[in-house]
């Protein structure tokens, strides 16, 4: 058998070409600004992301079915901002029971969003383009021009506060759910069957209207969990809160090697590629980059990981096509 080079046992997974590229990305930053790794640094990049990380999971989901959902961030501010209000008028304090209820009014936004598009056969963009508008403008009405203070969520922010460690208990627990849903349960295969061909999943006995709804039900669940969350990390709700973020999460799936046009992407490379995003974010500042340059300078850094991607994929697509021919 043929030994192969280094470079073919890279290229041959796209998990381990991400693992590279944040090696690679670290040791630069480190020679940049040797502080970058210090344990305060790494406590941050994963507490001021966890956002991104959690919602990046539903985003796959969404994006293996061929899907895409662009309302995450609005029902994150419409979720935040109700139990923001809650607090505020002392209606609830309990921190379990409102981080129910933000996961609960996410539900329901994201089932709505999956309802329509499963069964209402609405394009995925155009329907949740709509309902980014609707989720953020409630969130507006409800907040009637007030916003909720860290005296308003004082208690509540203890869970998100610096140096607590519940949203890193929370990361990894979705996380490791996550996989193995993802990995190992007949749902997890269904959504990629239904992102590979849907035609064929539809024949095969999926329910292909049933496995969208559930999708966007669990991507809208997660965004209104990280509604509570941002409420309890930043100690305030405002209803513009993580404007434009959404980008974040798709890049994250991007960069992760998630295909836009569904049925392939993993757990692990979402984790990737939301982390290099994270290290991104964390690094530019430390580095002396200006706030005017970085978003471009983080605009190149993406679309360089995604072309690496590209090739990766090629490179996988080549040699399966041997192999056949073999």
Known sequence: MEKK????????????????????????????????????????????????LIMALGMLCVLLTGGIDISITSILAFSGMTIGM?????????????????????LACGLLN?????????????????FMYIWRGLAYVISNSAWASG????????????????????????????????????????????GSNAAAAEISG??????????YGIMGMLAGLCGALSVSIYASAQPNMQYGKEMDVIAACAIGGVSMSGGRGS???????ALIIAIIAKALPLVGIDSIAQN???????????????????????????????
Not at 297 to 307: F, T
């Open 86 to 106: 809650l607090m505020k008028y002392n209606k609830v304090h309990n921190t379990f029971l409102l981080f129910l209820i933000a996961t609960l009014i996410g």
């Open 114 to 130: 999956g309802v329509i598009i499963g069964k209402g056969k609405v394009t995925p963009i155009i329907c949740t383009m709509g």
């Open 5 to 52: 080079s280094f470079w073919q046992k890279l290229s041959s997974s796209r998990e381990a070409s991400l693992g590279m590229v944040l090696v690679i990305l670290c040791v630069v930053v480190l020679i940049l600004n040797p502080t970058f790794l210090s344990p305060m640094n790494i406590g941050q990049i994963f507490r001021n992301n966890a956002l991104t």
């Open 296 to 326: 471009t300078v983080k605009g190149v850094i993406i679309l360089a990981v995604v072309l690496l991607n590209v090739v990766t994929q090629r490179t996988l697509y080549r040699r399966n096509l041997e192999r056949r021919e073999m």
């Open 206 to 215: 999926i329910n292909v209207d049933s496995v969208l709804i559930r999708v």
């Open 151 to 194: 005296a308003d969520v004082a208690g509540f922010s203890d869970f998100g506060k610096d140096g607590s460690i519940g949203p890193y208990i929370l990361l990894i627990a979705i996380y490791i759910i996550f996989f193995f849903v993802m990995k190992w349960t007949k749902f997890g295969r269904k959504i990629y069957a239904v």
């Open 267 to 273: 757990v692990l490379g979402t984790f990737f590629g």
